[in-house]
């Protein structure tokens, strides 16, 4: 069963690039990594996914070594409205879906 | 844009009260999910279904718990005797295949208050 580990929080300023990193050491072949983000009282949104390398979409950038041991969500020039809970999420091949303890990702004006 | 749908959107209950919480899944999709939150604390994995039957569940879904998708389209999750520490927010989820590149839609979940 993978197991994920995420920093509990990060500030931020707008503008700035914020990078969140993610442990996965016991992803299995078959997983991808996925991350969520979730504002309060709503429930997680999808964000991206990957499963090697890079994976780059409109809101944020997935960079993942090639060991996949761990992997970095990047979002660029945040805004107070990514002011949210950022999930790291593996897939386990038994279809249950862990969620790590999240990052508080706090930005600020 | 396609959505999951859940009602009610808060529940207020007495403890040892049977609730039944449910769910619209976005209608391609064959896998489901129920997740719960906690108040101040992460998402917490409950149960996953598929082709009618319970394929993974947590250790938190004990025999107090069961879901049963009865007509196709709705996906219900029963608590039988609900007790203090239920209070919580739940996630249903839905998904288009199973574990691996499996991209969850989430409702925006049922808060549960237990008196």
């Known amino acids: 069963l993978a197991k994920t580990t995420q920093p509990i929080s990060m500030d931020s300023y707008e503008g700035q690039e914020v990078n969140i990193t993610c442990s996965h050491n016991?992803?299995?072949?078959?997983?991808?990594i996925t991350w969520y983000q979730q504002f309060p009282s709503q429930g997680p949104r999808f964000i991206i996914q990957?499963?090697?390398t890079k994976v780059t979409n409109e809101v944020a950038s997935l960079f993942i070594p090639a060991d996949r041991k761990s992997s970095t969500l990047s979002l660029p020039r945040v805004s107070l409205s990514d002011t949210a809970v950022y999930y790291c999420?593996?897939?386990?091949?038994?279809?249950?879906?862990?969620f790590g303890q999240g990052t508080e990702l706090s930005v600020k004006p | 844009e396609p959505e999951v749908t859940q009602t009610p959107s808060h529940q207020v209950t007495q403890m040892g009260q049977e609730v039944i919480l449910r769910c619209v899944p976005i209608?391609?999709?064959?896998?489901f999910y129920w997740y719960r939150q906690i108040l101040g604390q992460k998402v917490e994995f409950l149960v996953s279904?598929?082709?009618?039957?319970?394929?993974?569940k947590s250790e938190i879904f004990d025999d107090q718990f069961s879901v049963e998708r009865p007509d196709g389209s709705n996906f219900t999750l029963k608590i039988r005797s609900t007790k203090l520490e239920d209070s919580a927010m739940y996630f249903c989820?839905?998904?288009?295949?199973?574990?691996?590149?499996?991209?969850?839609?989430f409702g925006a979940g049922s808060r549960l208050t237990v008196l």
């Open positions: 989820a839905s998904s288009t295949r199973g574990a691996g590149a499996n991209v969850l839609t």
């Open positions: 990957g499963y090697k």
């Open positions: 209608s391609n999709h064959l896998y």
């Open positions: 016991n992803i299995a072949t078959n997983d991808y």
């Open positions: 279904f598929y082709n009618n039957e319970i394929s993974e």
């Open positions: 999420l593996v897939g386990d091949q038994g279809g249950k879906l862990i």
